[in-house]
């Protein structure tokens, strides 16, 4: 039997939320990079959690940057890089400068400085 894309779409149901993405860099440099996802469609950040694992007084900060080049400097998320010192509850962001993520972007994590020989940041970062 052949189906139309209408029968096929309603087969499938409505997409459903993203799941949040997650990133882990180990021994996190400044200018350590990780690309995260390209955008099928337009996205925006609603929160990130980060969490820092090991290290003497970790910190890390970092910046969640878009564009269509990932070679290129790419938009911020935020005005000032997001900074992660705890191990233990993390810490969230929920306002941001620039969330909204056009549709064939990528987004990616730069980290901006680390310091105390942190093990690696955790970040979990919801979409919608």
Excluded: C, E, K, Y
Excluded at 9 to 20: D, E, K, Q, R, V
Excluded at 27 to 45: E, F, M, V, Y
């Amino acid at each position: 039997m052949v189906l139309s894309w209408r029968q096929l779409a309603s087969l499938l149901g409505p997409p459903g939320p993203i799941p949040p993405q997650l990133a882990w860099l180990d021994s996190p440099q400044a200018n350590d990079r990780r690309i995260l996802l390209r955008a099928a469609q337009a996205l925006t950040i609603s929160r990130v959690d980060a969490v820092l694992s090991g290290g003497a007084s970790p910190s890390v900060s970092f910046s969640l940057r878009h564009g269509a080049d990932v070679s290129a400097t790419g938009t911020a998320a935020t005005t000032d890089p997001i900074m992660v010192t705890s191990t233990t509850t993390g810490s969230a962001s929920a306002s941001f400068q620039s969330p909204t993520i056009p549709s064939g972007h990528w987004l990616w994590l730069q980290v901006t400085a680390a310091s105390g020989s942190p093990l690696g940041p955790t970040v979990s970062i919801d979409l919608q």
